[in-house]
């Protein structure tokens, strides 16, 4: 499958498998890792930003960059040895945006954040692009930032931006936080409904926010990817400890972790093959309806 920007997927094994993968290659054909060797910035100077799509619209499967694989393919999330879905809590269905993260960003979890008070949740930074074009998985798409809400999971500071692609028809009307609150009302409300409360059908408790759930402003969020770009790249010069994190790259030539395109070949070669998708289990459609605290 093709991808944007010259990026393109390899899946490997069956969709909604455990096995799964979904490996990336660059516009020469070579592999490489989407956490790693895709840059932060699509147009540095205008605060564009790279953005790989985990999570379609409207889709359930938890699909994320698997940091702790070789080559960092997508992967379908695991809890107790099953897969991972999100639950529709109403009036929500599945993710309510394309839902992904931004390359070359690391969210250090030795790092206590200033501004929450709590340290990273050790994944690369995660975005909610709000375009009206859904996405698919693996695709490679470059975002104007527009704001930042600070989730609090389980004592972890999770950031998530709030972006539009650079391609929506609109996207010239979107250059900061409030242009989503007149432009898509009830949009930024919902956002913060659907994290508060998307675990709770798994018994977990209502998620917390810094900053009583308000929305940060551009030049905010843009100095958080900043940040947590600092992060990634102490990361990957191995000046942090990574813990179980997989830093096997093809591009940051001063990396101590970058490897050759026969070795990322063999890690691919070594994925199962490509066959048809699992079916998704009828329960992932169930509705969940419950008071709001």
């Not at 080559?71 to 009036?91: H, M, S």
């Not at 704001?147 to 010239?172: M, R, Y």
């Not at 066959?275 to 998704?280: G, R, T």
Request: hydrophobic content about 35%; overall charge negative.
């Amino acid at each position: 499958r093709g991808g944007m920007a010259g990026y393109s997927v390899e899946e490997r094994a069956a969709p909604h498998s455990l096995e799964y993968r979904l490996f990336f290659k660059d516009g020469a054909g070579r592999y490489i890792s989407p956490f790693h060797d895709i840059p932060i910035y699509a147009d540095a100077g205008k605060n564009v930003f790279n953005m790989v799509v985990e999570v379609p619209r409207w889709t359930n499967a938890k699909m994320e960059i698997a940091t702790k694989d070789p080559l960092n393919p997508i992967k379908q999330d695991v809890k107790k040895g099953k897969l991972r879905y999100v639950a529709n809590v109403f009036p929500h269905k599945g993710y309510i945006w394309n839902y992904g993260a931004i390359p070359q960003t690391w969210e250090d979890p030795g790092h206590k954040d200033e501004n929450t008070g709590c340290c990273g949740d050790n994944d690369p930074i995660d975005v909610c692009e709000i375009g009206s074009k859904v996405c698919s998985r693996g695709e490679v798409i470059k975002v104007k930032v527009l704001g930042t809400l600070a989730l609090i999971d389980e004592g972890e500071t999770d950031w998530k931006i709030i972006a539009i692609n650079v391609e929506d028809p609109e996207a010239d009307n979107y250059n900061d936080i409030n242009d989503v609150r007149r432009m898509k009302p009830g949009y930024l409300e919902a956002t913060v409904d659907w994290f508060r409360r998307y675990k709770v059908p798994d018994g977990k408790p209502e998620n917390q926010f810094a900053f009583n759930g308000e929305f940060k402003d551009k030049d905010f969020a843009v100095n958080v990817i900043k940040s947590t770009h600092e992060h990634w790249k102490a990361l990957i010069a191995k000046k942090t400890d990574g813990g179980e994190i997989n830093c096997t790259n093809l591009t940051v030539s001063d990396s101590p972790f970058c490897c050759s395109q026969e070795c990322a070949k063999a890690t691919v070669d070594a994925a199962p093959p490509c066959k048809a998708a699992n079916p998704i289990p009828p329960e992932v459609d169930k509705w969940f309806y419950y008071q709001k605290n």
